[in-house]
């Protein structure tokens, strides 16, 4: 395999986009808004000169990677891949839609990758027709830079397509770790309620935000606390996440915090609005 689609050109998108690119894939990267195209251009250019800067690639390797990569706005870019990767929004409705137009759209014999962080793979792969070749690829944020990949394997996902999806993984640097198909998957399973907890800790006064983070970045040695990694990944994405394992796993431990359905509420979504748990004055 070596031409690839990636459908969503967002933070996670630009990023997927970009790793494949730099390791020798010929890149469609397919979004329905021109901005979102130009915006995730301006941010792998931006990360492929701090990769120069660092010393992690050639001072050459920006343009070459640059010229294995396409943008457009026609999902019909995907025809000519052999492996699609799709990053859209974490919606249901959203990649229910998008697979039914894939399964029609793609070369029969493409593999079917979904970067979902929490939506079933099974779910997804019966809209396609070809519920064999429908994986999980969940990548970590920042794609450029984080090693693993969770390989999510849906119930009718062959072993074929398990194989290849994790070989590829192997081949774009990555350490991927087979998992299968229950809510959350493994990654937002165990770290969604941990983030729960510390917001439940902030609303009933346990301690400020400041040494819940401490206390479990000098304490269980974690490079960021669970509240500022919250605002890191937009609240919104975190109570979404949570709603999925409430809904999915029917057990009251996975409820959301009270506080993080008004935070959400208010607007309060983390970084990319410059307020969460912190201020960001920059947003």
């Known amino acids: 395999m070596t031409r690839a689609a990636v459908i969503g050109a967002g933070t996670m998108g630009n990023g997927i986009a970009h790793v494949f690119a730099q390791h020798g894939w010929e890149v469609a990267l397919v979004d329905t808004v021109p901005a ?34 396409k943008t457009g706005t026609s999902l019909e870019a995907a025809a000519g891949a ?5 990053a859209a929004s974490e919606n249901p409705a959203v990649k229910f839609a998008l697979f039914e137009q894939l399964g029609r759209i793609a070369a029969p014999d493409a593999i079917l990758a979904t970067n979902t962080s929490s939506i079933s793979i099974t779910e997804i792969a019966a809209r396609t027709g070809r519920a064999d ?37 192997r081949a774009l640097g990555k350490v991927p770790v087979e998992v299968h198909d229950y809510p959350g998957f493994v990654s937002n399973r165990l770290l969604l309620p941990m ?7 902030v609303m009933e006064g346990v301690a400020t935000p400041e040494a819940i983070d401490t206390v479990m970045k000098l304490g269980m040695a974690h490079p960021m606390g669970p509240l500022a990694l919250a605002d890191f990944i937009g609240l919104d994405v975190c109570l979404a996440i949570l709603d999925v394992l409430h809904r999915g796993l029917g057990d009251d431990k996975y409820r959301a915090c009270p506080l993080l359905r008004r935070m959400v509420a208010a607007g309060e979504l983390g970084k990319k609005t410059g307020r969460g748990f912190y201020v960001y004055p920059n947003g």
């Open 82 to 86: 052999d492996l699609v990767v799709e």
């Open 36 to 69: 979102a195209l130009e915006k995730a251009g301006a941010t792998i250019r931006a990360n492929l000169d701090r990769q120069v800067k660092k010393g992690t690639i050639a001072p050459d390797a920006p343009a070459q990677v640059l010229a294995r990569l």
């Open 195 to 201: 983030i729960n907890e510390a917001i439940f800790c």
């Open 133 to 169: 070749k429908v994986i999980g690829m969940h990548f970590m944020n920042p794609v450029p830079v984080m090693q693993l990949v969770e390989v999510i394997r849906g119930h009718a996902t062959s072993d074929a397509t398990t194989a290849a999806v994790m070989e590829t993984a």
